[in-house]
């Protein structure tokens, strides 16, 4: 494909079984797009559905690659290999929606060369939210892991970021992995770009996506702990917040959730590993 750009962004989206949204995630980034200005590589890893199909449908700019592998952390080193040496290199999760524009904004602040990974802000989305779920997602909001960084299902890196380190460990927490690789001097969060996120609406569903977390954090202490020692606690703030009254009705219901995934994450996996949870719900 010719370039007329003089560096083109590069974009990473394993998807697995994500027919119902690859084409939102699809359009909201090639929409406005000048040619030559992204390669756009869809994983599609242990795929049944139609997700492959859906994404060629947009042609060029957007490649496909299938395997029969459901395994992100794999999905994300096959997009690497593909993207050769384009960068800046974008990984994002196929439910998230982001414009051009976003994009742009992130790739230029990359370019600047200061930081080596960037992020943008998350916008997220709840309809039909119950008022448990809403308590929770109020108190989540104030969380320092909330404020920022790789909450919003994307991040991208510099040419240099990425020489950081090698190949995507086999972890479900890919994106705290990439994210702590970097100091605070040599990472942001873009304020300017924002990325569209579909939280669910149940508990229920909560939970799900909130054990996976748990879980994915669970693997990274164990890996790496040296990088897992410089994270962000959110105990502090708890702590801070149960001084105010008002908010124990809604404390109550955030700590029952994380304490709950916490449990069901600490549970053994079996055989073949841990089965990937998602949240359906809002797919």
Known sequence: MECTFEQMISIVIPAYNESAVI????????????????????????????????????????????????????????GDAASGSTYPRVYMDADVVLSIQDLRAIASKLDRGDILAAAPMGRVVVNGCGLLARWYYEIAALMPSSQGGIGAGVYALSHEGRRRFGQ????????????????????????SAKATVFN????????????????????????????????????????????HL??????????????????????????????????????
């Open 246 to 283: 008002g908010l124990w009705p809604k404390l109550v219901v955030y700590c029952a959730v994380v304490g709950t995934a916490q449990a069901a994450a600490c549970w053994p996996a079996g055989r073949k590993g841990y089965r990937w949870l998602r949240d359906n719900s809002t797919r």
């Open 200 to 243: 669910p609406s149940k508990l229920r569903d909560i939970l799900r996506i909130k054990t996976r977390s748990k879980r994915g954090n669970r693997q990274l202490a164990r890996a790496f702990p040296y990088l897992w020692a410089t994270r962000q606690s959110n105990h502090q703030t708890i702590v801070t917040l149960f001084k």
């Open 168 to 191: 995507f460990p086999n972890i479900i927490a890919d994106d705290m992995y990439v994210w702590l690789n970097f100091n605070s001097q040599e990472r942001e969060t873009i304020a």
């Open 23 to 78: 084409k939102r995630a699809l359009h909201g980034i090639t929409e406005g797009a000048h040619v030559g200005e992204l390669d756009v590589i869809v994983v599609c890893n242990g795929c049944t559905d139609e997700t492959a199909q859906l994404a060629r449908q947009f042609g060029s700019p957007v490649r496909v690659i299938e395997t029969v592998t459901g395994n992100k952390p794999y999905a994300l080193n096959l």
